[in-house]
């Protein structure tokens, strides 16, 4: 998983901007804005942490990559998040 952290424009820079890192289908999701998601993937932590539930939190601008098909589980912080889906 890849996390870097990028400026906020408009909706329509922010979805151009992962147009162009070659995805064809591109969307965002608001649950609110301007919160944090947080996000855990249960097959690793089974695999690869003998069942250790492991989380990571990210904030306004940051990029997360998740592999095509990984099966992942997200929670939205109490402020709400609005993000750019690209597939």
């Known amino acids: 998983m890849s996390s870097e952290k990028y400026e906020i424009g408009t909706r329509a820079e922010c ?3 992962v147009k162009e890192w ?12 301007r919160g944090n998601l947080t996000i855990t993937y249960p097959t690793d932590n089974d695999t690869l942490y003998n069942g250790e539930i492991k989380k990571e939190t990210f904030g306004v601008g940051d990029r997360v990559d ?9 929670w939205i912080g109490l402020d709400g998040c609005e993000y750019v889906i690209g597939e």
């Not at 070659?22 to 804005?33: A, E, I, L, N």
């Not at 998740?66 to 997200?74: D, L, M, N, T």
């Open 15 to 17: 979805e151009k901007m």
């Open 22 to 33: 070659g995805f064809p289908h591109v969307f965002t999701w608001t649950d609110s804005r």
């Open 66 to 74: 998740v592999p095509a098909g990984k099966i992942h589980e997200v």
